[in-house]
């Protein structure tokens, strides 16, 4: 259980940290200025900062329950394969109702495919490296 709580913050701090870099930096900052118009003009960081640790109370959790069903023997196996489910859950469907809906350059949902598939794998290796099923 300790294990379990100390993966969820780690992680729910290395998901702000890698939204942080993957939309602060200028390549992010150009593929993404498409969303200026809706943007809003500050954030807040707290509120922020608790839901990402949020997310990872979360994302541990399903990972932990979705542990023996997972591909694979090895936990990193698993985490990878875990990641890839996010990626899907999260992203890939995110970034397809994107381009149905809205006038999205091409460029900026493949960066967003690829920088998503990017952290949801360091998550699952975070997962798969460090949690096991509880007894």
Do not use: C, H, Q
Request: charged share 10%.
């Amino acid at each position: 259980m300790i294990s379990y709580i100390v993966v969820s913050i780690v992680s729910g701090i290395v998901f702000g940290v890698l939204d942080g870099l993957i939309n602060a930096n200028p390549l992010g900052r150009k593929l993404m200025e498409v969303y200026n118009p809706i943007a809003k003009k500050s954030i807040n960081v707290a509120a922020g900062v608790v839901i990402d640790i949020a997310y990872g109370f979360i994302l541990a959790g399903i990972f932990v329950v979705l542990y023996e069903s997972l591909p694979g023997d090895a936990g990193i196996v698993k985490g990878i394969s875990f990641g890839v489910l996010a990626w899907f859950l999260r992203v890939i469907m995110s970034v397809i109702s994107s381009w149905m809906m809205y006038t999205i350059p091409v460029k900026t949902l493949l960066y967003s495919l690829l920088a998503g598939l990017i952290e949801m794998l360091i998550l699952g290796l975070i997962y798969g490296g460090f949690l096991k099923p509880w007894a």
